[in-house]
């Protein structure tokens, strides 16, 4: 059971709907190999509370299934069958499907999995920022009216601590995958951030493509488990883009200029989420469990190089 | 088993049955048949409770147990759908009892079905494979245990072996 440190570690995800937390659960067993547990208890866990307050069914009575277990399943007659084998089944031949390789699963995979799971879950946090009409409307901000249109010119800034030359060697290849991936899908490359907060890891990024448009997620995860995902999305039109408003909670909206890129810095419980919009197609957002420090750091880096 | 080894099973049973229900009803889409894969899961625990009890995670052991399970039996029954239908398995799902609506390859392999098989047998496979209902609802509904069930479903196999070649 998840004990009161795994509770505020994963905390998070009882932000997520239910259906998220569901897909989650097929993304899980979707994978060939399996993901962590502890997370997974923790889903299952915010999912049972919520069935205990408002059941839906799924569940049967405190005490039925117990008692149908020792009545009909844990019985003499089942001895050593299964009613769903665990094992491929062979045909009366010989025949059949081989079994999944069984090989060890290497640390550099099992993180990479586990990158994968968790880039699910940070997609669905940005969509619960991303609903809903923001305060800070009523605060003056236009958001994307305000947002001045950008040039190539613009993407020389200055990236202060963040300089790449100091950074671990392996961002560098990093940067140039999410640059890559961009220039792939016609994304200027020059919105890649070339600073990261050290200790973070990250696979290829992911390329998602709908009717609206086309992003580039990228998450970062360290060894605690904290994370966060750059996304950067350019939209079919003007009016696909229009169509994202905002939520925010109690705390304020800090702008933050660098150069003519004007980023909008929202608080939402302990996720710091950071936008930018050339208001004609393009969107950036950096989200996650990292400070406002770090996240204008990565804003600095943008158009590094 | 042992009393201390029917506690173990009993303890983890309440902990985690809710829990392994909701991950399997959330793959499944089905909670009736979720719960029949639960339990069985659980039935495994019993088979192996030597190595249950000493194992360092038995919740990791009853999650991969049941992963395992759920991976295994959806892939032998869209394995076993296009088989014996040479239907794609989206298709097959859509299938019941519409006969009617299929065409005339398909029609010949649906009476040979019946043909082959007693009506209980039928019954039996349409229920479990064809509109996913769980073992113990199919057993209630024949009047036998859900192990005779199991038995049954696996006397169909060898026979609809026998009489569909492999494709």
Request: with cysteine.
């Amino acid at each position: 059971m998840a004990n009161q440190k795994q509770n505020g570690k994963y905390a998070y995800l009882d932000r997520l709907s239910t259906e998220q937390l569901q897909e989650l659960l097929r993304a899980d067993i979707d994978s060939r190999e399996d993901g962590d547990t502890d997370v997974i208890f923790h889903v299952l866990e915010v999912i049972e509370e919520r069935e205990k307050a408002c059941p839906t069914g799924i569940l049967p009575e405190e005490g039925k299934a117990w008692a149908e277990f020792q009545e009909h399943y844990n019985t003499p007659e089942g001895e050593g069958l299964s009613l769903y084998p665990s094992q491929p089944e062979k045909d009366s031949d010989g025949t059949g499907d081989i079994a999944e390789s069984s090989a060890p699963v290497t640390v550099k995979r099992r993180y990479t999995r586990q990158i994968r799971f968790h880039s699910r879950i940070a997609v669905a946090l940005i969509a619960t920022c991303f609903t809903g009409v923001i305060a800070a409307q009523a605060a003056g901000f236009d958001i994307l009216g305000a947002i001045g249109r950008w040039t190539e010119e613009t993407f020389q800034f200055a990236y202060g601590d963040g300089n790449p030359g100091k950074q671990d060697p392996k961002y560098a290849g990093y940067i140039n995958a999410i640059q890559e991936a961009l220039a792939g899908c016609g994304i200027p490359k020059e919105l890649s951030p070339t600073w990261f907060p050290a200790g973070y890891e990250t696979s290829k990024p992911e390329v998602l493509k709908n009717d609206l448009g086309t992003t580039v997620n990228s998450l970062f995860q360290n060894n605690s488990g904290s994370f966060f995902i750059i996304q950067i999305t350019q939209y079919n039109t003007a009016e696909d883009l229009a169509l994202f408003t905002f939520e925010k909670d109690k705390e304020r909206v800090e702008e933050y200029a660098n150069g003519q890129r004007a980023f909008y810095i929202l608080s939402n419980l302990d996720n710091t989420t950071a936008t930018w919009s050339d208001a004609n197609s393009l969107l950036v957002c950096i989200s996650g469990l990292i400070s406002v420090e770090d996240t204008k750091a990565i804003i600095d880096s943008m158009g590094g190089y | 088993m042992l009393p201390e080894q029917d506690r173990f099973i009993e303890e983890l049973h309440l902990l985690y049955f809710n829990k392994l229900t909701i991950y399997a009803t959330s793959v499944l889409r089905d909670s009736t048949r979720a719960q029949d894969v639960v339990q069985d899961t659980f039935h495994e625990a019993v088979l192996h409770i030597d190595r249950l009890l000493a194992h360092e995670n038995p919740r990791g052991w009853l999650m991969v147990t049941l992963k395992n399970k759920i991976r295994e039996s959806e892939r032998a029954r869209r394995r076993y759908i296009t088989r014996f239908l040479s239907l794609d398995s989206d298709i097959a799902t859509e299938l019941v009892a519409e006969i009617e609506q299929l065409d005339d390859s398909d029609q010949q392999v649906y009476l040979k079905l019946e043909q082959t098989l007693t009506k209980d047998e039928n019954h039996l496979l349409r229920r479990l494979i064809f509109e996913n209902a769980s073992h113990l609802e199919v057993s209630q509904e024949l009047g036998i245990t859900v192990w005779a069930c199991q038995k049954r479903l696996e006397r169909v196999r060898q026979k609809l072996r026998r009489v569909f070649p492999s494709r």
